[in-house]
């Protein structure tokens, strides 16, 4: 049968980093409307955590990565763009192991100010 390894997200992450785009499923964007629970500015990459409730009620708490601060704070973003509770969209590329972690393509803040990135 199908082995399955649950890794702690922080784990997953630090693997996706460190292998760069090869842990994300470059061919598949999913735009999702969650609450931000932390945003972590620094580099090498910024860190937006958010939970996504499904229609159920059900919450998935997401770790989504972006470029590294320096690169962000040029596009407009700062340690004080997002703050826990706002309501944020967030288009992503998903990881191919099916964790909750991405790659943030863009995000939509609660002012409707859109932040992304062009680069692939």
């Known amino acids: 049968g199908v082995q399955t390894c649950a890794l702690p997200i922080s784990v997953t992450l630090q693997a996706a980093a460190h292998h760069g785009n090869d842990a994300y499923d470059e061919g598949t964007k999913i735009t999702v409307k969650g609450v931000a629970t932390e945003w972590i500015f620094e580099n090498p990459h910024a860190i937006l955590k958010f939970d996504v409730k499904d229609d159920s009620g059900k919450v998935t708490h997401w770790v989504a990565e972006t470029g590294n601060a320096t690169g962000l704070a040029r596009q407009g973003f700062n340690k004080d763009t997002v703050k826990a509770g706002d309501a ?12 909750p972690v991405a790659r943030i393509h863009q995000l939509v803040l609660p002012s409707g100010e859109t932040l992304g990135s062009d680069r692939p």
């Open 88 to 99: 944020v969209t967030v288009t992503m590329i998903p990881a191919k192991n099916g964790q």
